[in-house]
């Protein structure tokens, strides 16, 4: 009974506080609420801070229900455009289109701290929304929001250093995606000398990393991750022998902004800082995970439905995948283990060479394909060496077998490759592309 009145008591709670939002919400809205703007959209996204579950539902489901443009306005509107195309019709029918939830997260946002607020309720947001799919044009309308404020130009490019405050480096430890950092003695070893690390931040955000990759200063270009964050090298390489920049880790560090481009404008942005500082680097790469790769080769894919992919090529592959199934008995796990890699002979190593090039020459332009191959060539990048055993940790044995690639970043070219890649053609080495 006791438990009854609770939960009846609580319930009462969410629905006034949910209440008192909406009607705060109209009001922010409202010629009344535009001259104390700043103090109800602070009060707005404070009282947003303290909703329960339930709460976040319904206010959602509000956004969702209550703040889509009028159909007719819309619709009256396009006939005017239709009828007279012209800037003052154009302009018209922009207006009657755009839902009224944007301008009501726009003006949110002028709150203290109302841009931090809001990439928090994208990321509730976002963990809601595969379970409700009416909440898509909310999504839609808070991604083309913070795609417009996280726009590259308004983000600043810092280095991350030993010396940074100790929160950023936490920031760092705890947000790193790719290869963990196994506490502060292997963070040091990544902020050494012969290590870069840089990281975007925003003006409203100025102490948060949005975006962070770490870069190793190398005589040579990378075959394994593991000689790069072995955290017991205490001595760097000298800087006269700084030839590459290999761009080893990229991790994003706010869920909110899933989905808001930062990553690619980073990366350039860091290799030209890199050749200011460092003008004798030649070469700029990365050392790169394939984290599809061991999953797609067991799930038996169709090559001959790859694009692009002769049938020859694709009777190559079917073979390769036999040779590398006999080599673990048909059980796709076993080579799921460092022992289990290192031993594969030179057949089973060369069909996985020749599996993993069709995976991302040719998987890669589809919907499906890698990931990380689609973010670095479409960034421009061109697809340049195969690593095989060169992550033998017990993500990269599961994930792709052990296998990492190298992609090139030519700043001349990368966007005579971008282009190409955005009508179906990957960039590939010779090298590479022969295994096919």
């Known amino acids: 009974m006791f438990d009854e009145l609770k939960n009846a008591a609580r319930r009462l709670s969410t629905e006034h506080n949910v209440r ?18 700043v103090a109800l959209a602070r009060e707005i996204l404070q009282r947003h801070a303290t909703l329960d579950d339930a709460g976040q539902a319904a206010f959602f489901a509000h ?35 755009e839902p009224p939830r944007q301008e009501l997260l726009r003006r949110l946002n002028r709150a203290p701290g109302g841009t931090a607020a ?20 909310v999504e ?50 990544r902020l050494l000398p012969d290590r870069r690390c840089f990281a975007f931040f925003h003006p409203r955000l100025p102490d948060e990393p949005l975006i962070f990759v770490e870069v190793a ?38 869920p909110g902004l899933r989905g808001v481009s930062l990553g690619n404008f980073l990366i350039k942005r860091v290799a030209e800082a890199l050749q200011r500082e460092l003008p004798q680097l030649r070469t700029f790469c990365t050392l790169s995970p394939i984290p599809g790769l061991a999953a797609w080769i067991a799930s038996g894919d169709d090559f001959a439905a790859l694009p692009r ?25 076993r080579l799921q283990t460092a022992a289990a890699l290192r031993a594969l002979d030179a057949d089973a190593t ?7 090039a069709v995976y991302l020459l040719h998987r890669t332009p589809t919907p499906q394909g890698d990931p990380v191959a689609r973010f670095h060539l479409d960034n421009g990048a061109r ?54």
Request: proline share 6%; aromatic share 6%.
């Open 20 to 37: 008192r939002l909406r009607d705060d919400c109209r009001r922010l809205l409202s010629e009344r609420g535009e001259g104390n703007s």
């Open 63 to 97: 956004l969702a229900r209550d703040y889509n443009p009028d159909p007719q306005a819309v619709l009256a509107a396009a006939q005017a455009y239709a009828a007279d195309p012209g800037p003052a019709t154009l302009q018209r029918l922009t207006q009657a289109a």
């Open 118 to 137: 809001i990439v928090r309720m994208r990321r509730a947001l976002l963990a809601r929304l595969p379970k409700d799919p009416s909440l898509a044009a």
């Open 140 to 189: 839609a309308d808070l991604l083309h929001l913070l795609s417009s404020w996280f726009n590259p130009g308004f983000l600043e490019l810092r280095r991350v250093d030993w010396n940074s405050p100790a929160r950023l480096l936490e920031r760092l430890i705890e947000h790193e995606a790719v290869h963990e950092i196994d506490g502060w003695d292997d963070l040091r070893r």
């Open 217 to 254: 200063l190398l005589a040579e270009m990378p075959a394994a991750i593991a000689p790069l964050i072995d955290k017991t090298v205490t001595t760097p390489l000298e800087p006269s022998r700084f030839k590459v920049a290999a761009f080893y880790s990229i991790s994003n560090c706010e």
């Open 309 to 333: 992919l002769a049938p020859a090529a694709a009777e190559r592959a079917r073979q390769a995948r036999r040779t590398l199934e006999r080599a673990c008995g048909g059980d796709w796990s």
């Open 350 to 356: 060369d069909a996985l060479k020749r599996l993993t």
């Open 383 to 436: 697809l340049e060496r195969l690593n095989p055993l060169a992550d033998l940790s017990r993500r990269g044995a599961k994930q792709s077998f052990a296998m990492m690639v190298n992609y090139l970043y030519d700043l001349d070219r990368v966007e005579a490759r971008h282009e190409a890649f955005t009508r179906g053609r990957i960039a590939a080495a010779s090298a590479v592309a022969s295994l096919v």
